[in-house]
């Protein structure tokens, strides 16, 4: 079976001469009448079922430039422009049908068919490309495969349906690697990886890893390029070299180092030095500190020295309008503002009196300075000189 990709059809090819059959349920026609949406061998429209909140989901990721997945179409002789829909039925006929006006969605808190839309709206629509994917292959061959991706109880996942499209030498040889419960490597690579190597998970990341990127498209470009290599040396490596570079610099395994973006992670950092003696030191006193609230951020935080990934505790409720109130009755007696920076400047503001409302928590000696998330190094401070103080 010979796949092609295709991104440059749009909604509004899609839907040329959309036709629907009130009497059989189900979308008929599109691309001009060269698109048959309801081939013999697919489901009646079920979308419109509890008050069409399918079809709706589908018209709303559109609107909002969500993607709505990969469409299969077969052409079933190479010699005309004649397709079927393997995989995507039910997301082509909402269009055609929306299009067609035949059901409302809400914009902006109002029922919208698609005639009463803001012109904008509807060339957004309009204008839309799909992504799809055109299989050509013999007729048994075609209903075999959608047989797997359909009618299997639990559905293809994403990594899962690449492999069947570009299945041949390059998918047999990653999944040996990769998609292999017997592979010794798979008690490190779980330390870093969440997911089931079953499903692909392992495949998928190696994938991902390669080609800096989780876009499905992406990934399918990538194997489509090296379908039939003899070999997946190039994917090996990198992801090789990645689990390297992670095992060098953090020398202690932590539990929250799974599933991190480790890719990523690698992209921006592994060209610079680091000590993994000071960097593992650092870790432990970093899950030590009560005020990191988020331990999943220390590994990018030790490596990029980004506070923020930390989450930083922030001071209670009760603690902001203790240090409120004791603020405010000491500048209400020496006639000063109850912001301590503005009290100590020269403006109008040296002397308001702010609400509790238009004030903010400080850290007086900030966190990354050793500073304690307790009463003793709070202070309130107006929102303008709290903004500009920034770091916490
Ligand atoms: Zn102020």
């Not at 029922?111 to 292959?137: P, V």
Request: overall charge neutral; glycine content about 6%.
């Amino acid at each position: 079976m010979k796949t092609t990709l295709r991104t440059d059809l749009t909604v509004a090819d899609i839907c040329a001469g959309f036709e629907f059959s009130e009497a059989e349920g189900k979308g008929l026609f599109g691309l001009n009448g060269n698109l048959t949406i309801q081939p013999e061998y697919q489901r009646n429209y079920l979308y419109a079922q509890n008050n069409g909140e399918k079809e709706k989901a589908v018209m709303n990721s559109i609107l909002k430039g969500y993607p709505i997945g990969l469409l299969y179409f077969n052409k079933p002789r190479a010699d005309e422009d004649k397709y079927e829909i393997l995989d995507g039925q039910q997301r082509v006929t909402s269009l055609g049908r929306y299009i067609k006006n035949l059901f409302a969605v809400e914009v902006d808190g109002h029922q919208q068919y698609f005639d009463s839309l803001a012109q904008n709206l509807r060339e957004k629509i309009l204008k839309t490309q799909l992504t799809i994917y055109i299989c050509e292959g013999a007729e048994n061959e075609i209903k075999a495969w959608f047989k797997t991706i359909n009618i299997a109880g639990i559905p293809l996942n994403a990594q899962e349906i690449l492999n069947s499209v570009y299945s041949g030498n390059f998918v047999t040889l990653a999944k040996e690697e990769f998609s292999n419960s017997q592979n010794s490597n798979l008690n490190v690579w779980k330390g870093y990886i969440k997911g089931n190597v079953l499903r692909q998970d392992f495949l998928r990341t190696a994938l991902e890893w390669i080609v800096k990127s989780a876009d499905d498209e992406k990934i399918g470009e990538y194997m489509s390029l090296h379908r039939w290599d003899k070999n997946i040396s190039a994917l090996k490596n990198n992801f090789n070299e990645i689990i390297n570079w992670i095992e060098k610099v953090f020398t202690d395994t932590k539990s929250e180092m799974c599933g991190l973006e480790w890719g990523r992670l690698y992209e921006t950092y592994h060209e610079n030095k680091y000590d993994a003696v000071a960097l593992a030191a650092e870790i432990d006193k970093l899950y030590k500190d009560e005020a990191v609230t988020n331990k999943r951020g220390i590994f990018e935080y030790v490596l990029g020295g980004e506070v923020k990934l930390l989450h930083i505790r922030f001071f209670e409720e009760s603690t902001k309008k203790t240090v409120y109130a004791r603020q405010t009755a000491k500048a209400n007696e020496i006639e000063k503002s109850n912001c301590p920076l503005c009290a100590i400047g020269s403006n109008k503001n040296s002397k308001k009196i702010y609400k509790y409302s238009e004030m903010d928590a400080d850290h007086v000696t900030a966190w990354s300075k050793g500073g304690a998330t307790d009463i003793k190094n709070c202070e309130m401070l107006c929102k303008t000189h709290n903004r500009a103080k920034g770091n916490c």
